[in-house]
């Protein structure tokens, strides 16, 4: 076997890459619509963004992860007895999904950092252990998952944004609107994102540490600080919407679109720390896997992550996020279809709702997907002459072939990899 410390070597250099890549995509996704609306500025979205990545990545990131992401290739006879070929096949998906979201970025197309990996794992099992090594049905899930997600989303999003028209931007005087029923549609927002926190971002914690936050404890909570933030809302919006009861339309429009900006911000920041906490940890699982099998010489089912390679991957997103992530900002936020707040808000909340419901039922969704179906969503809600067919077109097709885009060049760097090192 390869020395121990240039296996690692390699192994946090290749970590590191992947967690640049998923900072200039899958993260840069979660800011997307409050940037295309005019919510923040993109020097701010990357701040708060990395913020919020980090400590869901860092203070709250997942103990213990497996080995082979979502249990696509489960360490069998072959693997078990032979730990360099795990590590090479470890190294190779890491490379492979990496180089896959690079790719992506670079012409701006948001895709799944899980399905990326997913991909990968499965393409390098299949090389290494045949067929029927693959959890065929799990990849049906992800399969069946390319079309609940952004489907589910559009339909949610398409309904609260024309809701929102339709209670308020419709009205004769839509500032009076707003001050009746934003509170409203704060109180559910804000109590969707603790929900959202709780068991999307604390979860982990949920188990050992915070045991009383689970069952009805969230709800409550989620709902007492949903009521908090509604009774603000009115006192903001009293203040801020009241004066303009008989202002022109165009301006009444304008005030209530920016008392929605902040809205939006936190929901994209709800996102953001979700991402860090669920999903890091994962993406840097491969990276642990490897850590672990040169250190011991053994394949196990689970290993624990380190804090320094939870650290690792949160500094590589923040460092990609902040250093590429304008280019998939730019194509979700302004190129689907024309942002404005109250359709952020739209946007987010029911790519939350979507996200929130399958994790519950047990379907593995990408936020990516679901957040991207819920902005073509809010732009149907106008007509399909508000979305840009030919950027949905070309994202839809970067969703299809990712899988298998990984998993061949899994193949490629595996097989390359076998026949040079071992």
Not at 114 to 136: K, L, P, Q, R
Not at 194 to 207: P, R
Not at 255 to 279: K, M, Q, W
Not at 381 to 403: K, L, Q
């Amino acid at each position: 076997m390869i020395g121990e410390l240039w296996i690692i070597g390699a192994a946090v250099c290749l970590g590191l890459y992947m967690a640049w890549n998923i900072g200039a995509n899958d993260v840069a996704n979660s800011m997307a619509d409050a940037v295309g609306s005019g919510s923040i500025s993109i020097r701010n979205a990357v701040i708060l963004a990395a913020i919020c990545e980090f400590a869901g990545a860092v203070l709250v990131g997942a103990s213990v992860t497996e080995t082979v992401r979502s249990g696509i290739v489960p360490p069998n006879a072959t693997l078990m007895e032979n730990p360099e070929l795990m590590i090479l096949g470890m190294a190779s998906a890491l490379l492979a999904a990496a180089v896959w979201l690079n790719i992506s970025t670079y012409f701006g197309m948001p895709v799944s950092t899980t399905h990326s990996i997913v991909g990968a794992v499965a393409g390098f099992g299949i090389v290494a252990c045949g067929w029927a090594a693959v959890d065929w049905g799990v990849m049906g899930k992800i399969v069946a998952s390319w079309f609940i997600s952004p489907i589910a989303g559009a339909v949610l999003a398409f309904i609260f944004f024309h809701i929102i028209r339709k209670l308020i931007l419709s009205k004769e005087k839509p500032s009076a609107a707003a001050i009746k029923w934003s509170p409203a549609i704060v109180f559910l927002t804000v109590g969707m994102v603790v929900i959202a926190t709780i068991y999307k971002g604390l979860n982990h914690v949920l188990k050992d540490k915070l045991p009383f936050l689970g069952g009805s404890t969230a709800w409550i909570l989620a709902a007492a600080i949903g009521a908090l933030a509604a009774w603000f809302a009115y006192w903001l919006l009293k203040r801020r919407l009241g004066k303009l009861a008989d202002a022109p339309l165009r301006e009444q429009i304008m005030g209530i679109e920016r008392v929605y900006a902040p809205l939006v911000v936190i929901t994209s920041c709800s996102v953001a720390f979700a991402h860090g906490a669920n999903d890091v940890a994962n993406s840097v699982g491969p990276l642990a896997a490897i850590v672990e099998i040169a250190r011991s010489g053994h394949v196990v089912q689970k290993v624990g992550v380190p804090f320094w390679i939870l650290a690792l991957g949160g500094g590589g997103i923040v460092l990609g996020l902040a250093t590429y992530g304008w280019q998939v900002m730019k194509t979700v936020g302004t190129k689907i279809t024309q942002m404005t707040p109250t359709r952020g808000v739209a946007a987010d909340l029911a790519a939350t709702a979507t996200v929130l419901v399958c994790s519950r039922l047990g379907l593995p969704v990408s936020t990516t997907h679901t957040l991207v179906g819920a902005i073509i969503g809010v732009g149907m809600a106008r007509g399909i002459g508000a979305v840009d067919m030919r950027v949905t077109r070309n994202i839809f097709g970067a969703w299809f072939i990712t899988v298998p885009a990984a998993g061949i060049m899994a193949m490629i760097i595996f097989v390359i990899g076998r026949a040079i090192l071992l």
